[in-house]
Each structure stands twice: as structure tokens, then as C-alpha cells.
């Protein structure tokens, strides 16, 4: 997958600096070749001898080795790789790339580089959601530099949440997409997501409680895999993905838009938790109260099925059409049976009802259903989900 691909990787000085010596040996398996630079700090975690043995090759250190200047200058050091690999970015090594600060070997190449750079950060909980790491990063994304993870997780320090690197899968992942070698580069994948909220009135509406955390981290799961994505998005809790073009809607009518604008595509997935209705007698100016103590009588309209519509397509209909049933009760029977109405080749299903925390929460419990019959996976992060299926869909579209 990464044949021919040249590697500059650059390890920071943290406790995921462990995860490099794996990443250099599966980087290698997968075809790169692997050039290490390793920060002073890195040394404290992991030996130069340990990273130079896995790479096959020298390690470089320090901004002013006479030998290595003489051999191949730090310019060009920084300019014979495909891709610049940070694992870990730690805090410090991210400010200074926002600074553009260049005082050691490490970040002289990644201010010096005329090629992506792609981060993969880890640190302390508190420190990952600082404010001033938050700032950098979003300079960084800014500038065009490309992440993967962090996730949530227990930590090396005994505190658990968003800071702990991405595993070294997903980081190949990742280093395949921003090479344009993932397995749907190329791939044109639409995803919906988030509620819809539908007007009462000009300062009241109807939603419900999905939150986009399953459509954002597909849509960012496909990212990963090389694919371009529309992500067509209602109003939801969680932040689209980097690296994705964003459609932010607000009714189910204007998500409907935004999916045809955004065909043809070679998949679709519908995670949105669209409303079934709209308040057909919505008011131009807010409601009032008019003293008789009768509330005002809400009239409902059917909203367009944007999963069916497109599953019905004669021309032009996506090869793969998933759709997600979110279920309270006799999920697969419920799941099956709406899979044949919407006219979809697959459905992921679920059990929300709320003893299972599902809506909202971080986790997911889904089973895939498809023409030849139900697949119940365990249950895993809503990530984790995310990353099985955008693979099944990749290979979907590769069978
Ligand atoms: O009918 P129900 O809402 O249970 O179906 C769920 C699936 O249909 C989801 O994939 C959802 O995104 C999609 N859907 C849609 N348009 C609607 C209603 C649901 O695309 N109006």
C-alpha cells in the first residue's frame, strides 16, 4: 500500500513514543522506507539504536551534526520525503509548529518542508483540551496540517479521556490517505448525519437527541480510508471532522437539497436521525400566548425519506446505498424489514432504547444487516464502529 513512499518521521518526546517502533515496523511491511528524526526529548523514551534497527537506517538527532549537513542539509532533509509523520506531537512539539518556531532539528524540517505533515498527538488529558493546545491545533489545521486521533482512553498517567495517541492501524491509515493509497482514494462517499430541527416558529423547533457522534467519526473513518466526503450535517453536538467538506443543513427539506447537490457518489451513508415531521402551520413571527389558555394547534406534514429517495434512484443511484435503523425493541426483526421498504442494500441497526446509553453516549452496539442476513458485532466505542464499517464499505466497493 505504501510501496515506494518515503516516510520522514519525526518521533516526539513523549510515552506513545513506544507506538513509533511499531509504526516503523509496519510502515516498512506495507512498502515505505522510513527516515527517523528523533527530538532530544524522544531519547528519554525510546533508544536512537531501537528506532535505527527497525528503520534499517540512520537516525537523525541534531540540527548542527556536521557529518549529516555535509551528507544531505536539513532543507533538503525535509524535502526528500513523500509525507512528514509527528508520533507523538506532543504539546510542545504542536506550539511550536503554531509558532513557527524552528530551535532543534525537528522542528527546523517541519517549518522547513514543502510536503503535508501529518500529526498524531498525544499528551495529558488537561493538556490535549488546554485552551492554548486547542489554539495551536486549530492554527495548525489552519495551515493544512492533517491529524489523526487523539482518542479517549486511559492514559500512561492514570487519567482517562481524549489525549491518548491513535493506534498504529489507524496512524497507517492515515499515512495512506494523505498519500492518496488508502483503499478509497478515489471514492466519493456522502455521509448524513446529526438531527434536523424542524421550525415551530422563528425561535422554537423540534429535534431529537441524536448527537452526530456515529455520522462524524464515519465520515472521518472514510476520510482515513483515502475517500473524499461530503458531510451533510444537521445541527449536532460534536464537531465535524477536519479534512471532510461540510454541509450544514437544518430541516430534513434542506438535508434532502443538500444530498442531491452533493450526488453522484459511489456511497451513501445516511446516519442522520432525521425528523419524520414538519410543522406545516409554522409561524412567520413567534407564537404568542393569546389568553385563552389553549395552546396553538400544531399542523404535521410528512417529511421527504431521504434514504428511500435515494435508495430508488433509477439513474445515477450510488453503488452502495447503507442506511441505520435505531431501534427500541426486536431490533434485527424491525431492521430487516425496514431494510425492504427503503430499497437500501444495507442497514446498521441498534438498540436505543435508553437503558443502553447508546444515544448520546460513546458507545455503540450495532448489527450489520445485508442481503445475506444479520451480523451482530460486540460492543465497541462509536470510533471503533466507524472504522469497521468504512472498511467493510471499502471493500464493498473494491469486491
Ligand atoms: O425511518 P427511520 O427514521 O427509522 O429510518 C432510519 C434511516 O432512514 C436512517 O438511515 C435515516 O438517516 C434515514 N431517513 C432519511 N430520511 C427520513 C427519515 C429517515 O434519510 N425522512
Known amino acids: 500500500m505504501l510501496t515506494g513512499k518515503k516516510i520522514l518521521l519525526i518521533i516526539g518526546g513523549g510515552i506513545a513514543a513506544y507506538k513509533a517502533l511499531d509504526l516503523i515496523r509496519r510502515a516498512r511491511d506495507a512498502g515505505a522506507e522510513v527516515v527517523p528524526v528523533m527530538t532530544r526529548a524522544a531519547e528519554e523514551f525510546v533508544t536512537p539504536l ?25 532543507i533538503q532533509l525535509s524535502r526528500a520525503a513523500d509525507l512528514l509523520v509527528v508520533v507523538p506531537a506532543t504539546a510542545d512539539l504542536m506550539a511550536k509548529m503554531a509558532g513557527g518556531q524552528a530551535n532543534d532539528l525537528a522542528s527546523t524540517l517541519l517549518l522547513a518542508t514543502d510536503k503535508r505533515v501529518l500529526l498524531a498527538p498525544a499528551m495529558n488529558v488537561r493538556m490535549w483540551t488546554h485552551p492554548a493546545t486547542q489554539r495551536n491545533l486549530a492554527t495548525l489545521r489552519g495551515d493544512g496540517v492533517l491529524t489523526v486521533g487523539p482518542g479517549d482512553g486511559v492514559m500512561a498517567c492514570g487519567e482517562f479521556g481524549p489525549g491518548r495517541m491513535a493506534e498504529v492501524p489507524e496512524i497507517l491509515a492515515a499515512i495512506g490517505a494523505a498519500l492518496g493509497a488508502g483503499p478509497l482514494a478515489g471514492k466519493h462517499v456522502l455521509v448524513t448525519s446529526g438531527p434536523t430541527h424542524e421550525p415551530i416558529d422563528p425561535v422554537r423547533y423540534i429535534a431529537n437527541r441524536s448527537s452526530g457522534a456515529q455520522g462524524t467519526a464515519l ?181
Open 50 to 74: 531501537s528506532v535505527s534497527a527497525l528503520a534499517g537506517t540512520k537516525v537523525y538527532r541534531d540540527l548542527f551534526d556536521l557529518t549529516d549537513e555535509a551528507e544531505m542539509g536539513h
Open 219 to 399: 465520515a472521518a473513518a472514510l476520510r482515513d480510508l483515502g475517500a473524499r466526503v461530503s458531510f451533510v450535517t444537521g445541527p449536532a453536538s460534536v464537531p465535524p471532522p477536519a479534512g471532510v467538506e461540510v454541509i450544514r443543513v437544518e430541516t430534513a427539506r434542506e438535508m434532502q437539497a443538500a444530498v442531491t447537490a452533493a450526488l453522484p457518489a459511489d456511497a451513501a451513508v445516511f446516519a442522520a436521525a432525521v425528523a419524520d415531521w414538519q410543522v406545516l402551520n409554522a409561524g412567520a413571527q413567534k407564537l404568542k400566548k393569546d389568553g385563552s389558555g389553549r395552546a396553538p394547534a400544531l399542523e404535521f406534514g410528512e417529511n421527504p425519506d431521504i434514504l428511500a429517495g435515494v435508495s430508488r434512484m433509477t439513474t445515477g443511484r450510488p453503488a452502495l446505498v447503507v442506511g441505520f435503523a435505531a431501534e427500541t425493541e426486536t431490533v434485527v426483526e424491525h431492521a430487516t424489514a425496514k431494510r425492504a421498504r427503503k430499497g437500501c442494500d444495507w442497514i446498521v441497526a441498534n438498540d436505543v432504547s435508553p437503558a443502553t446509553g447508546i444515544m448520546g453516549g460513546a458507545e455503540n452496539a450495532v448489527t450489520l444487516i445485508t442481503g445475506a442476513g444479520a451480523e451482530s458485532w460486540p460492543r465497541m466505542g462509536k470510533d471503533a464502529v466507524a472504522r469497521q464499517l468504512a472498511a467493510r464499505i471499502a471493500a464493498a466497493l473494491n469486491g
